[in-house]
T-cell receptor
């Protein structure tokens, strides 16, 4: 049981290049998330997907696109990388779908992270 | 999201209990308190969560005050491997399913 798997673990890009970060989970979770973490800061939500076929913006979506390919996979694409996107990216998943009041807890399982450097 | 306040850093002697406080004075009645930790360069790891009652699992205990405005995470016998940043989180329901990870408390377990 691998949990949440992210690829690649490390990537160096030049400004303007594009790339896709891949994320897959094998826990049959409904929701998936992409966060970024900059040095000395907490995690900030980029995009999330509460169910297959739906995606929504988080706190810092500009410069990114996402695709929920199927229930298992959620990819993050940088169309034209910028130095400001240098960061560590974390994918996460949770069992719950769209959370509503009184519907209980929502526990996230995170991947190991992808370290991206944009020169 | 409900705002949480945690100390920036704490030290704890190995083998002793580590008590990590968190204030969440604006918490609403249906909002859970979650604790995660992040060991250097790794992805955050879920520890425990609670609503009103105190909770215990194999990793830690969570003590929530009766008014729910604060909580304490307790690691009963801290080890060097518990050195990490600990995040106390109170997400809002609906919409983003978002767990807002602030800067947390950096716990250093000292030999």
């Amino acid at each position: 049981n691998a949990g949440v798997t992210q690829t690649p673990k490390f990537q160096v890009l030049k400004t303007g290049q594009s790339m896709t970060l891949q994320c897959a989970q094998d826990m049959n979770h409904n929701s998936m998330y992409w966060y970024r973490q900059d040095p000395g800061m907490g995690l900030r939500l980029i995009y999330y997907s509460a169910s297959e076929g739906t995606t929504d913006k988080g706190e810092v979506p500009n410069g990114y696109n996402v695709s929920r390919l199927n229930k298992r996979e959620f990819s993050l694409r940088l169309e034209s990388a910028a130095p400001s996107q240098t960061s560590v990216y974390f994918c996460a998943s949770s069992e719950r779908g769209q959370v509503t009041l009184n519907s209980g807890a929502n526990v996230l399982t995170f991947g190991a992270g992808s370290r991206l450097t944009v020169l | 999201d409900a705002k949480t306040t945690q100390p920036t850093s704490m030290d704890c002697a190995e083998g002793r209990a580590a008590n990590l406080p968190c204030n969440h004075s604006t918490i609403s009645g249906n909002e859970y308190v979650y604790w995660y930790r992040q060991i250097h360069s790794q992805g955050p790891q879920y520890i425990i969560h609670g609503l009103k009652n105190n909770e215990t699992n194999e990793m830690a205990s969570l003590i929530i005050t009766e008014d729910r405005k604060s909580s304490t995470l307790i690691l009963p016998h801290a080890t060097l491997r518990d050195t990490a940043v600990y995040y106390c989180i109170v997400p809002s329901w609906g919409g983003a399913n978002n767990l807002f990870f602030g800067t947390g408390t950096r716990l250093t377990v000292i030999p």
